[in-house]
């Protein structure tokens, strides 16, 4: 999307939205078949057929889907959004093309969003989670692919009957989609063919129902996820009898973390069988499919395939390149103001931005303290002797900004950023303090790193720290920061366990602390590639490190963009890196591909310090795909409060 189609969409969005605030209509629904015509011939045995149809042209929620055939007929059915289809129908008639050769899409963007097989029950979503399709929506067409075992009746009409719904959902539907190519050895009683992926979105995934799919050797099919606390070992995320109906069927909920390793393990029973037996798409070939659904504010869809993630920039809930970040135009955002007044003084500048894993946004102020060159004295010591008597940490609804919560009057001397883990505790990285702290959600002080108010080497000592990091074990790791130029990662209680440095050799210049970083002034783990991910905010780079071995792995260099002030971790396994130099516009770049970058409009002197992903307010989308909202804390004097951005 143009920019100029990017703002012409949002103006009318805004439109839409101030026109539908003051009440709320109720869903209407709409039945829709997607069927292969019954004048199509289909001869042979195995034979695949893909039809579609062109969707309502306004958005809407796909909220149930209704299987049309019989099990005699039909081996299976997939449906695929795609946006554009392989063959797109004339006249208002459905297209059928054979797919067993051909793809159900036109474009490399293809999304399996449902599946059937073995006369299973209809699936309704649950209440409040639906798929974005049509207008507005990255499925902009639903291809139906029909499986045909042989040649089909002449007034047979297999498909399916979508329900939709033209209201927003606060919940969008997604799909991790497992398969993979294997040969199964004759005469086992049981052989184990495994695929596993690591999620790599940014978002937690709240798991509520499963499809398996085999052909018929097929006994079980499993999901297991490593126990991040307990070293090899896992449990069942979700299970299916590849026998029974092949249809969606309810799991317990539970939700995937970024950085869960997911397995799925096929179990076959060969014992009947003298030849070996091959992955294909025929019956008499054997499948290892499962596909899991899943809910967050923003949809993800993925498909593993032999082990590998396979991911288009096209796919929902992902951030296309030519698409354009523009000012929130949701005319209730209205967060806090850096001159409010509260309790014996003003909010103050914005340092730091956090999302929290329940979905509410954290800002962290500094009360009216300005960081200027009087501020330290040479051996790094703080010159202000008080803390700062305001509540400087607010919790706030992330469409409006209307504070929920607020705490930390007395607590802070010069707050840096603030993060917030999975299970809700928000953390603080002062540097005034020489510390960062470990809050319950209420503000009870939980545990500090580092000797409050001295600085310090060594590995419980701190100088000027800068933010904190977590892994799904409960261990962390802090930037630090402005003096030493390292990363130091904690066990979950806080004991000492290494430290990451840049070499002297790898140019840039040499740190304060010594080593060839300048201030290491925000981080990011990503668990699924065992790295450590580093902003060295003067030289304008990021650094990956390997966890495990402590070596640096690679260097991006973003200088042509300015300085590097925070990460974060995006949509499909982004790196986002928050640049910015005075006199231009701040830009959030792919930090692994630094040729795709994002502006932030109107932002030459923001002094942008940190920043946040979350889902953008439903009124602008409706029941169309719902945007990803940037938050950006400005740290200036005259900058104003907490900047939205969607895109």
Known sequence: MSIHRSQSRLAVLLLVTLCSLPD??????????????????????????????ALPDKPYKLVGVEPLARKEVVHHILLYGCDVPHVKPKDGQASAWRCDMAPACGGYAQTVMYGWGKDAPRLDLPQGVGFSVGRGSAVQWVVAQVHYLHEKPDDEKAGVRLTLQDNPVPFSAGLLSYASWFSIPPRKQHFLVQNN????????????????????????????????????????????????????????????????????????????????????????????????????????????NGGSSMVDERSPGNMPRAAALLPDPFPLWKPPQPTDAVDQGVLGNVAGVAMGPDGTLW???????????????????????????????????????????????????????????????????????????????????????????????GPRQLCKPTQVAFMNDGSFLVSDGYCNSRVLRYNP??????????????????GLGGSGMGVAHSLVVDECDNEVVLADREFGRVHRFDLSSRKLLATADLQRFGKVWALAKGPYGRTLALTWKPGTDASLVDAMQPAISWKLPNSTSLWPHDLALGPAALQLTGAGDRLLAVYVAPLCEACGPVRKYVL
């Open 197 to 304: 992926c690591c999620y790599r979105g940014f978002q937690p995934l709240t798991t509520f129902a499963v499809r398996v799919h085999t052909h018929t050797m097929g006994r079980a099919v499993f999901m297991t996820r490593m126990l991040s606390n307990a070293k090899g070992k896992s449990h069942v995320v979700a299970a299916g009898d590849p026998q029974k109906p092949q249809g969606f069927s309810p799991v317990e909920p539970q939700v995937i973390w970024p950085g869960d390793r997911l397995t799925v393990a096929c179990d076959f029973d060969s014992s009947g069988k003298s030849v070996t037996v091959g992955a294909g798409p025929s019956h008499e070939n054997e499948m290892c499919n499962m596909y899991l659904m899943v809910y967050a504010a923003l949809p993800h869809m993925e498909m593993c």
């Open 363 to 457: 800002a962290l102020h500094r009360g009216g303290r300005v960081w200027d060159a009087d501020t330290f004295d040479s051996s790094e010591r703080i010159t202000e002797p008080d803390p700062i008597e305001v509540d400087v940490v607010l919790q706030m609804h992330p469409d409006t900004g209307k504070v929920l919560r607020r705490w930390g009057a007395g607590l802070f001397w010069m707050p840096h950023m603030i993060t917030v883990d999975r299970n809700g505790s928000v953390w603080v990285a002062d540097v005034g303090r020489h510390q960062v702290l470990k809050f319950t959600a209420s503000g009870k002080l939980i545990m500090a790193i580092g000797a409050k108010m001295t600085p310090g080497r």
């Open 493 to 510: 209680d806080g004991a000492f366990a290494a430290q990451y440095e840049l070499p002297k050799t790898a140019g840039g210049g040499i």
């Open 24 to 53: 709320r209509v109720p869903a209407a629904t709409l039945e829709f078949e997607i069927t292969v015509p019954e004048e199509t011939k289909v001869e042979g045995e195995d034979a695949y057929i893909c039809t579609t149809l």
